[in-house]
Every structure is written in structure tokens, then in C-alpha cells.
């Protein structure tokens, strides 16, 4: 087969220790040390610190990646100010704590439950305020308008069949729809069953409640 050079090497970081490295690898510097180089960058990467803005009523912090914006309560200023906090391109700010991911709502509610809902669906907004107990099912519902929705508004579509609008909502694998002339209707149809199927508090489209006029005291036929 093929013969490839081993060299019997020794680090300079002090390290007695010989070990055998590849010839190729040593001319192209693929292989700088016995590993402390790594750990030295490893290191020095994890010593990074987020920059913060203490001024306001809340603190702000900057993602180390992305310098994106996170916002926490000051009280949690001292617990979270020497961990390395990104974002690595998701929704929520997490850090590394002995090679374990952590996320950082879980982190200042010292994890005391399994899954927590960011009540204005900004995972970078992590006061207190903002944060609370949720199922899977509620933390799955409050989540903002599709992208491809064409109305406006979740749950409404437009009925080419019938030439009516649909308001429809699921809940608890029943299906519930009522179809009518007036896009207005459809919407406050479907507003309606959300605060009457879910609550004010997990309603997806609760910030719609005022504007159109939606109460506990109107039922949805």
C-alpha cells in the first residue's frame, strides 16, 4: 500500500511527551502542537465578553457573534455578565456551560421549568415580564403571522368555491370554520373563538383584541 513518513515530535509548551505526526502534516501545518494550541484558542475564545448597556430601566446586551441586541432584567446583570452569550443565528440567546448548551431564559429562571414562552415572541427579550411557563402545545401557538398568509390576518382565507370569506381554528384536534360575505366578519369570528379556545394570554392574535372590539362577553356563534 502507501507509505506515509511518521516523525516522533516533541511540543515546545513543555510537554515531554513524544507522539507521531505525519510528515505532511508537519510541512503544511495542519499539526502546530501536542493539542495545547487548541485548548489555547479554545480559551481565548471563551473568555470573550458581551458588551452591555447598563443606563436604562433594563439591561442591554450584544451577542458576541452577531452583536445583535438581548434585553434582561439589571437584577440579573451580576449572574449572567461572565458567560460568553450568541445567538449562532437562532431566535435565542444561548451560551456554552462545560461543553452543554444553555439557553438564557433558562438560564435566569435558574430552569425551573421545562419550557418557557417569550410572551412577545422576541427570544432576545428576556426580563421577566416577557417570560412564562407554557406547554409545548401554548408555546407552539403563540407564534406570529405565516409568511405566506394572504390575508393578513392567521386563519382567515378567501374562498374562491364559495366567493365568502373563512374564518377556521383547530383546537384540540376539533376543527371549527364558518364562512361569510365580509372579510371584517371572518375576522372577528376568528378572534372571537381564540379568546373563547385559548385565552387572552396565549391568543395568537390577542394584539387585535382592542382594535376590534373583542370581549369575554361576545360568543361566537
Request: with cysteine; net charge positive.
Amino acid at each position: 500500500g502507501r507509505h506515509r513518513a511518521q516523525w516522533w515530535c516533541e511540543c515546545s509548551c513543555g510537554n515531554s511527551v513524544p507522539f507521531k505526526v505525519l510528515g505532511e502534516n508537519l510541512t503544511t501545518g495542519h499539526t502546530q502542537s501536542c493539542g495545547c494550541f487548541q485548548i489555547f484558542q479554545a480559551t481565548k475564545s471563551s473568555e470573550k465578553r458581551n458588551e452591555y448597556n447598563l443606563t436604562e430601566s433594563y439591561g442591554i446586551g450584544y451577542t458576541v457573534d452577531s452583536k445583535k441586541e438581548f434585553y434582561f432584567d439589571l437584577e440579573d446583570y451580576e449572574k449572567i455578565k461572565d458567560y460568553c452569550w450568541s445567538d449562532y443565528g437562532t431566535n435565542y440567546i444561548q451560551t456554552q456551560i462545560k461543553g452543554k448548551r444553555v439557553l438564557f431564559h433558562q438560564f435566569v429562571t435558574d430552569f425551573k421549568y421545562p419550557i418557557i414562552d417569550h410572551a412577545n415572541r422576541n427570544g432576545h427579550d428576556n426580563r421577566k415580564e416577557n417570560l412564562r411557563p407554557a406547554s409545548h402545545t401554548e408555546n407552539m401557538r403563540n407564534t406570529a403571522l405565516s409568511k405566506n398568509n394572504k390575508s393578513g390576518f392567521t386563519g382567515v382565507t378567501f374562498c374562491k368555491r364559495t366567493n365568502k370569506w373563512q374564518g377556521q381554528i383547530c383546537c384540540n384536534r376539533q376543527h371549527f370554520a364558518k364562512q361569510f360575505k365580509e372579510k371584517e366578519e371572518a375576522v372577528e369570528w376568528r378572534l372571537q373563538k381564540e379568546l373563547e379556545l385559548f385565552g387572552s394570554d396565549f391568543a395568537p392574535q390577542r394584539h387585535l383584541f382592542e382594535q376590534y372590539g373583542i370581549t369575554q362577553e361576545d360568543k361566537p356563534e
